[in-house]
């Protein structure tokens, strides 16, 4: 069974950064992208930010493009996500997943079967 954990998040003000970071285990694929979700209280579940299975291949929502980073290290299993110039507004759990179908950083939801269990990332004002 793939496992992914997040971790990396807390309360931090406005304009401030954090770094989350997202390590596998288990029977990775061998090759596959890896996303970042997030989901506020009352919302839907959003994309954030994907890095495909070679680290030039990124992808960002509009809301997060210019101020999120994505990288991975291959060799750790483990995706990160650099968040700078936080704003109140990307208050929400972060999860991040898996595609074992997808090289690219551009793939469906329908792509992502493993999930995290997520980490809080709460920015105050």
């Known amino acids: 069974q793939v496992h992914l954990v997040e971790s990396g998040g807390g309360l931090v003000q406005a304009g401030k950064s954090l770094r989350l970071s997202c390590v596998a285990s288990?029977?990775?694929?061998?090759?596959?992208?890896v996303g970042w979700f997030r989901q506020a209280p009352g919302k839907e579940r959003d994309f954030v930010a994907a890095?495909?299975?070679?680290?030039?291949?990124?992808y960002f929502a509009d809301s997060v493009e210019g101020r999120f980073a994505i990288s991975r290290d291959n060799a750790k299993k483990t995706v990160y996500l650099e968040m700078n110039s936080l704003k109140p507004e990307d208050t929400a759990v972060y999860y991040c997943?898996?595609?074992?179908?997808?090289?690219?950083?551009?793939?469906?939801?329908?792509?992502?079967?493993?999930w995290g269990q997520g980490t809080q990332v709460t920015v105050s004002s």
């Open positions: 997943a898996i595609a074992p179908g997808c090289s690219g950083s551009q793939c469906p939801l329908y792509e992502y079967p493993y």
């Open positions: 288990g029977p990775t694929p061998s090759q596959y992208a």
């Open positions: 890095i495909g299975w070679r680290a030039g291949a990124t």
